[in-house]
């Protein structure tokens, strides 16, 4: 699959730029460097062991743009964000795609994790999905803010699922939203977009 509409240059609050575009099996260093370079308070949130090299080489060959896909925000060349849509095409939750977002930490709350939701939410309605669903820790504020905005709503919440740096036990909370819902949250959010690059 072909994924249209790439590159996107965004213009981030305080006039950053930086240029969205599919992550491809050539960016595997660059996007281990931005894992690893990720504090590790910002780590312990991510699903998988990414300072692992065995990590890296099974994310990089499930790349497909049919049921993983990754996209990757730069800034000046050096990866500063990625985002990456799951999804199975069989099954009883074939309506339905997971998103993981991640953002280096001099480009968090400038609304860049905002900006790559929305291009996942955008591919996401295109592929006919249904619902899309994501894992939030308790206190990543921030993060839960920028997934309202896309008009996504607490679903449920596991108690003390997941334990922090500090041994501290947290709830996760499932954050979802029907596709169908999306289109009118995020009309309102476009106006930090400019043309795309390279037509």
């Known amino acids: ?7 996107q240059l965004v213009s981030l609050q305080e006039g950053t730029r930086v ?3 599919p992550m491809e099996l050539e960016d595997g260093e660059a996007v281990f460097e931005f894992f690893g370079a990720l504090p590790e ?3 312990q949130y991510l699903r998988n062991d990414v300072t692992s090299r065995d990590w890296l ?11 993983v896909i990754p996209v990757v925000a730069e800034h000046e060349g050096t990866v500063v964000g990625n985002a990456t849509l799951y999804r199975s095409r069989h099954g009883w939750t074939k309506h339905v795609a997971e998103i993981r977002i991640a953002v280096a ?3 968090q709350h400038k609304g860049l994790g905002t900006a790559l ?9 295109g592929l006919g999905l249904e619902k899309m669903i994501v894992h939030v820790v308790e206190n990543q504020i921030a993060a839960k803010r920028a997934l309202e905005k896309l008009g996504f709503r607490d679903e449920a919440v596991l108690k003390g699922h997941v334990k922090d740096i500090h041994g501290i036990k947290r709830n996760l909370l499932v954050m979802s939203n029907d596709v169908s819902h999306l289109w009118e949250a995020m009309a309102e959010l476009v106006a930090d977009y400019s043309p795309t690059i390279g037509g």
Request: glycine share 6%; net charge positive; aromatic share 12%.
């Open 1 to 7: 699959m072909k994924l249209e509409g790439f590159p």
């Open 19 to 21: 240029v969205i575009r």
């Open 41 to 43: 308070e910002d780590r």
């Open 57 to 67: 080489e099974r994310f990089v060959r499930s790349i497909d743009y049919d049921t």
């Open 105 to 107: 930490r001099p480009f």
């Open 117 to 125: 939701g929305r291009v996942l939410v955008r591919h996401a309605i």
